[in-house]
């Protein structure tokens, strides 16, 4: 036991020059990037906010010790949580964005031409700010004059919305630890529910399926007695997410009936191109491997 304690001391938890990502979420492994520059450093009334130059993903913005994007790979992320509901129903128009203060969800809810409004509430400004600042490519799109931010509690804010408002809501939060914690609860589901229009659709990002089956498990049973029309998890690759892979939870409330896995519109790409999502990898993503498909179909 002593030998133990000691060997682990000599081993320095963070190499020098690199950033690694120590979690209780993820016990026993930490991804680490080479760090060229500390770029910001910032304490919110909700967390710390970091954002470095890395060697090979470009800027990374890190909130509370935990890599949310880098300019190198949140295309995987933003254009998969956001075309796989919004091309699954036709003629979206109203468009709701909890978290996601970066702004690049809203960068890809605005390819969608047939949308008018895009509401979203993010609770802390600063994230807002550092992303206008560092990242442009991302925070372009608050750029969009159909965007209204609100900046407050996601929580909150849907209770206040009124019965049937939204035709798409995009749930792009933290992990369950901090201030996020409420989005993944039963509560919260039921507000976005209610918030949604008959045959209305979420996606809620839904952690990894290698480090977080327990957290899947409890939203896809909650989801399973509120959404009642059908309730469906997808997953895509992000190689600075904690495993390399995240996922999605898909539904939709009851009314027209939303067949996830066969997109029913295309992204016009003429003035800007994708560079993750197109329609065999929208099908793809709801492929499950079996570990995963037994606990997810059996709830
Ligand atoms: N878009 C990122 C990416 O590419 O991976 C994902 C993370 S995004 C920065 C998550 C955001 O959710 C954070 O800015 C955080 O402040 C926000 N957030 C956490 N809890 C919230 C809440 N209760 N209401 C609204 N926003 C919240």
């Not at 799109?141 to 019965?163: Q, S, T």
């Not at 209610?194 to 290698?210: D, H, N």
Request: aromatic letters at 10%; proline letters at 6%; glycine letters at 8%.
């Amino acid at each position: 036991e002593g030998a133990n304690s000691n060997n682990n001391n000599n081993i320095s938890s963070v190499i020098s020059g690199w950033f690694s990502e120590i979690s209780p979420m993820w016990p026993g492994e930490a991804h680490s990037l080479k760090v060229e520059e500390i770029l910001f450093q910032g304490k919110s009334e909700y967390q710390n906010v970091m954002v470095f130059q890395s060697a090979t993903y470009g800027k990374v913005l890190v909130l509370d010790g935990v890599i949310q994007l880098t300019e190198r790979d949140e295309c995987a992320y933003q254009e998969m949580i956001t075309h796989l509901p919004l091309c699954s129903i036709s003629n979206p128009k109203k468009v709701l964005v909890i978290g996601g203060g970066d702004g690049g969800v809203l960068r890809e809810v605005s390819r969608h031409s047939t949308v008018e409004q895009i509401d979203i509430c993010e609770i802390d400004k600063m994230v807002v700010d550092v992303s206008k600042q560092f990242f442009p490519e991302v925070a372009i799109g608050y750029e969009d004059p159909r965007v209204k931010l609100h900046i407050g509690d996601g929580v909150a804010f849907l209770k206040a919305v009124p019965e049937g408002t939204y035709d798409a809501v995009i749930v792009d939060s933290s992990d369950p630890i901090g201030p996020a914690q409420e989005l993944f609860e039963k509560p919260f589901f039921k507000s976005v529910s209610k918030a949604l229009r008959p045959g209305g659709v979420v996606c809620t990002q839904a952690e990894s399926i290698w480090l977080h089956m327990h957290i899947i498990e409890d939203i896809v049973a909650n989801c399973r007695q509120i959404f009642k029309g059908s309730v469906n998890y997808a997953w895509t690759t992000v190689p600075t997410y904690p495993s390399g892979v995240i996922g999605f939870m898909l539904c939709s409330t009851d009314g027209a009936p939303v067949d996830f896995k066969h997109p029913v519109s295309q992204i016009d790409e003429s003035a800007r191109p994708l560079k993750f999502y197109n329609p065999e990898i929208h099908t793809a993503a709801f492929c499950l491997p079996t570990f995963a498909k037994k606990v997810i179909e059996a709830k």
